[in-house]
């Protein structure tokens, strides 16, 4: 349904030339990816490797140089109305849940964002109440969380309204960009287990970004594989152990010791 096609995207760098002016620094090379609905895509690279900046392009805020974004078969960045195309159909759930929730915001109001996305959208007014009770629910938070700030919350409990704020305005799809990396391990488990539960309840498709394998393998029915701006590997999940990917291999010999041990 969302297609990349040979994305090339090059930043200024702020080096400058006293001959040549400002340089360029390429950041993605040619890039092309495919997601499928109802599936979920990972993207896998280490830090600086262009994960973030693919991810800014797939959801409508970056052109890229050359290529072509393409969602139900609507080019995103020919017209504005291919970015609001993309935009009507697509959340974002970020890493940084901190400053992503404003800190001033009730949690109710912070959902709300999402609501009135969904309000525009549908040019009519929503019961917010019930509407943000019934998110909460869905996200298995208690309804009366709905007055508390964010401090009043953990970092697991804020992911989750930052969830219920994505989910707010009926998506079809919701990319998250590291968006569970910054949680404890039993937290991450928990948030994976939800976001498993609400992409089969609301026929989600999504696109997980991370640096982090053991997700991947927990969520993704695909992956791909990103090393300094370019695809060097992308293939189902259950393939993974094929990979010819060097850092892959690397992340992947870090999990083979549990292997033998559960074989043994
Ligand atoms: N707005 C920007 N201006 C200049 N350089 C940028 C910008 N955004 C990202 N970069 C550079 O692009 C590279 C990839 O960054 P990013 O996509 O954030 O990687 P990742 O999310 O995989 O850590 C980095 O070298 C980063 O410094
Ligand atoms: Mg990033």
Known sequence: MLELKNINVSFRSERQDKI???????????????????TCLGILG????????????LCGLLKPDSGEAVLDGVSVYASRAGRRNLQNKLSIVFQDYTTSANPRFRIRDIIGEGLTVQERREGKKLDRKAETSRLLELVGLPAD????????????????VCIARAVACKPEIILFDEAISSLDAHTQVQVMDLLRE????????????????????YLCDDVLFLYQG?????????????????YARKLLGSIVVFDTEESA
Do not use: C
């Open 230 to 246: 370019r695809v060097t590997e992308n293939l189902p999940v259950e393939r993974i152990r094929e990979t010819k990917d060097e």
């Open 20 to 38: 040549f002016g400002h340089t360029r620094q390429q950041v993605l090379f040619d890039v092309s990816l495919a997601v499928k609905e109802g």
């Open 46 to 57: 280490e830090s600086g490797s262009g994960k973030s900046t693919m991810g800014r392009v």
């Open 198 to 217: 609400l992409k089969d309840r609301l026929g989600l498709t999504y696109i997980f970004i991370t640096h982090d394998l053991t997700s991947i393998t």
């Open 145 to 160: 969380f709905a007055d508390r700030f964010p401090h009043e919350l953990s970092g697991g409990q804020l992911q989750r």
